[in-house]
C-alpha cells in the first residue's frame, strides 16, 4: 500500500462516519459540526486527485461559508442545549430507506456502466488547470452561459432575501 | 549549495541506510518540515509577545517589562508559566469536545497558513498554485473556532460575544478578499511565490501600482484578527471578555497565541502581497538574504499594528458595519473593476513609445505602474469626496441641537 492509499482509506473512513453523525445526531449544532468534518473529508479528497483549486474551493465556499451559516443559524433559531432538535415531523423510515436505495442503486448502475469510472485515466499535467477552468467559464465555447445564469440566479436570490428581510413601512403604523 | 535542502538530503540518505521504504522517508521529512515551520511561527509569537508590550509602553511613556531577564526578555516565559499553572476549568453545562476542539482550531487555522509562507526564494513549506485561495480558505477555521468557543462554553456573553465576532470576521472576509485579488491580477498567478517574484524591482512592487489595494488590505486584515481599532469582540464593557470568557490557563493561552501569531502573520502577508515578501538588493546572489528582508518587512508592517493598537481608540459596532459595507467593499469593488481594464489599455504603451526612448519593457512596467498609481489615487479621492458628502447630509438632515437664542426666546423684561 502507498502512503496515499493509506491517506484515503483514513479519510474516506472518517469521512464516512462523519456524514453518518451527520444525520443520526439529536443535537443539530452538533450535526453541522460533523458536516464541517464531512466536507473537510471531501477537500482532502480533492487533494488526493490532484485538484488543489477544487479542494481549496470547497473549504472556503461549503466549511467557510455554508456550513458557518448554517451554525449561525441554528444557534439563532431555537435553544437547542435543552430540547434537543424536536420531534420529527413524520416517520417516514420505509419510504426514506427505499428513496435512497433507489438513488444508489441508479448511481451504481449507471455509474458502473461508465468505462472511465472504472479506470482512471492518468492524471494530466495540472500545473495550468485553473487557467484552463478560469478560461472555459469565460469564453463563449465554454460555459459561459451557464456560469451567467448561476450568477442571475444567486443575484436573485440576494435581492429576494433583501426584499423578504426589508421592514414594510406600513406595518409599523 | 542551500543549507536546508542539504539537511533534507543527508535525512533521506540516513534513512535510505537503515532500510526505509524512501516514500516513508519522505512522509517523516514532510513531517519535520511541519514541526519546523510551526515552531518557528510559535517562537516568533512568543518573541512579539515581548516585544510588543515593549513598544506599546514606549508609546504610551511606560517602562514595559524589564524584571524578568534582561531587559524583561523572559517575560514571555514567565507568563507561559503562570498560564500553565492557573488551573484549568470547564464550565458545568458546557459542550466538553466542542471546548476543548475551539482553543486548538483557532491556532491552527492560523498556523496553517505559514505552510505557503515564503521565507526565502527558496525555503517555504510548500508552493501551491492555488495559495492566495488558500489562505482565504484556511481563515475560515478561525470563524469556526470563535463559533464553537462561544456556543460550548454555555455562556450568553460567550455566545453575544461569539456572534459579534463572527459578523465582524465574515463581514471583513468580503473587502479582504477582493484586495486579495489585486496581486493576484497584476501577477497573474495564485501562487504566492509568483507573486514575490513579479515584485523584483521598487517599481514593480504592488503597493507602488496599488497602494489602495494594499491599504485596504491592511485594514480589512486588521478587522479580521479583531485588533483594536476593531477590538469589539473583547470589549470588556459591553461584554465581559468575548467568546472566550470561560477559557482559563492554557486553553485562553492558546487563543492568545492564536490572535499574535495572526497579527504577526497578517503582517507577513501584507509585505509578501504587497511589499515584495523576500525581494531586495543582491538577494539572487545570496539567498538567505531574503529571510532579513522578508522578516524586515514584516516586522515593519507588524510595527504599525502595534502603534495603531497603542493610540487608536476603539471603533463603535454600528461604525464597524458601515465602514465595512459602506466604504471598503464599494471601493474594493470599483478597484476590482478598473484595475484589469487600466492593466489592459496600458500593456502595449510602452511599444508606442519605444520609438523615442529605450527598452520598452521598462518602459511598459513605468507606464503601467503609473497609470494604476493614477487609477488607485483617483479612486481614493473620489471616495473621500462621496464620504464627505454623505456625512454633511446626514448631519445636516439631523434634528439640529437647539442654540441658546433659539431653544429659548429672549425674556421680556417689561414684565
Known amino acids: 500500500m502507498t502512503p496515499m492509499q493509506v491517506i484515503f482509506i483514513i479519510t474516506a473512513v472518517a469521512t464516512v462516519l462523519a456524514a453518518i453523525m451527520v444525520v443520526s445526531r439529536r443535537n443539530l449544532v452538533h450535526a453541522a459540526l460533523f458536516l464541517v468534518i464531512t466536507l473537510f473529508g471531501v477537500a482532502v479528497n ?111 436570490a440576494l435581492v429576494g432575501a433583501i426584499f423578504v428581510a426589508w421592514p414594510r413601512k406600513n406595518e409599523n403604523e | 549549495m542551500d543549507p536546508l535542502a542539504a539537511l533534507g538530503e543527508w535525512f533521506l540518505n540516513l534513512l535510505a541506510m537503515i532500510n526505509l521504504p524512501p516514500a516513508v522517508g519522505q512522509i517523516l521529512l514532510y513531517l519535520i518540515g511541519v514541526i519546523v515551520i510551526a515552531t518557528v511561527a510559535l517562537v516568533i509569537t512568543i518573541f512579539n509577545t515581548w516585544l510588543e508590550r515593549k513598544i506599546a509602553a514606549r508609546l504610551q511613556d511606560r517602562v514595559g517589562p524589564n524584571r524578568v531577564g534582561p531587559w524583561g526578555l523572559l517575560q514571555p516565559i514567565a507568563d507561559a508559566l503562570k498560564m500553565l499553572t492557573k488551573e484549568d476549568t470547564t464550565p458545568a453545562g458546557a459542550d466538553k469536545i466542542a471546548f476543548n476542539i475551539a482553543p486548538i482550531l483557532a491556532v491552527v487555522s492560523v498556523l496553517l497558513i505559514w505552510a505557503v509562507v515564503p521565507f526565502t526564494s ?69 501562487d504566492i511565490s509568483t507573486i514575490v517574484e513579479k515584485q523584483g524591482t521598487l517599481l514593480e512592487m504592488f503597493v507602488v501600482a496599488a497602494p489602495l489595494a494594499f491599504l485596504l488590505f491592511f485594514i480589512s486584515s486588521v478587522a479580521e484578527v479583531g485588533r483594536t481599532p476593531f477590538d469589539l469582540l473583547e470589549a470588556e464593557s459591553e461584554i465581559v471578555a468575548g467568546y472566550h470568557i470561560e477559557y482559563s490557563g492554557f486553553k485562553f493561552g492558546m487563543f492568545q497565541a492564536g490572535e499574535f501569531m495572526h497579527t504577526f502573520t497578517i503582517s507577513a502577508l501584507t509585505a509578501i502581497l504587497f511589499l515584495g515578501g523576500w525581494q531586495g538588493p543582491l538577494v539572487e546572489q545570496f539567498p538567505i538574504l531574503g529571510l532579513v528582508y522578508f522578516m524586515g518587512k514584516s516586522f515593519a508592517v507588524y510595527f504599525v499594528t502595534m502603534w495603531m493598537r497603542s493610540t487608536l481608540p476603539r471603533i463603535r459596532i454600528d461604525h464597524m458595519q458601515s465602514l465595512n459595507w459602506k466604504v471598503l467593499v464599494p471601493v474594493a469593488l470599483v478597484l476590482l473593476m478598473l484595475t484589469p481594464l487600466v492593466d489592459f489599455f496600458t500593456k502595449d504603451l510602452g511599444n508606442l513609445f519605444s520609438l523615442f526612448v529605450g527598452s520598452p519593457a521598462e518602459l511598459t512596467l513605468s507606464v ?48
Open chain 2, 122 to 190: 527558496q525555503w517555504y513549506g510548500t508552493r501551491l498554485n492555488v495559495a492566495v485561495l488558500y489562505i482565504a480558505a484556511v481563515g475560515s477555521f478561525g470563524v469556526l473556532a470563535v463559533l464553537m468557543a462561544g456556543w460550548s462554553s454555555n455562556n450568553k456573553y460567550a455566545l453575544l460575544g461569539a456572534f459579534r465576532a463572527v459578523s465582524q470576521l465574515i463581514s471583513y472576509e468580503v473587502p479582504l478578499l477582493l484586495s486579495l485579488l489585486i496581486p493576484v491580477l497584476m501577477a497573474r498567478s495564485m
Open chain 2, 368 to 415: 503601467r505602474a503609473g497609470a494604476l498609481l493614477l487609477t488607485n489615487l483617483a479612486i481614493m479621492l473620489g471616495a473621500i469626496e462621496v464620504i464627505r458628502r454623505s456625512v454633511k447630509r446626514a448631519t445636516k438632515a439631523r434634528v439640529p441641537f437647539p442654540r441658546r437664542d433659539e431653544a429659548r426666546p429672549p425674556i421680556e423684561e417689561a414684565a
Open chain 1, 46 to 156: 480533492f487533494i488526493l486527485l490532484d485538484a488543489p483549486f477544487l479542494a481549496v474551493v470547497q473549504v472556503l465556499v461549503y466549511i467557510g461559508a455554508i456550513a458557518i451559516l448554517m451554525i449561525f443559524a441554528v444557534m439563532l433559531t431555537r435553544n437547542i442545549q435543552e430540547d434537543g432538535a424536536g420531534e420529527a415531523f413524520n416517520k417516514n423510515v420505509g419510504m426514506a430507506g427505499l428513496v435512497s436505495f433507489l438513488v444508489l442503486s441508479l448511481l451504481v448502475v449507471t455509474l458502473g456502466g461508465w468505462s472511465e469510472f472504472r479506470a482512471l485515466p492518468p492524471v494530466a499535467n495540472t500545473s495550468g488547470a485553473v487557467e484552463a477552468l478560469g478560461l472555459a467559464l469565460a469564453s463563449a465555447d465554454g460555459y459561459v452561459l451557464a456560469f451567467e445564469v448561476a450568477s442571475m440566479l444567486l443575484l436573485g
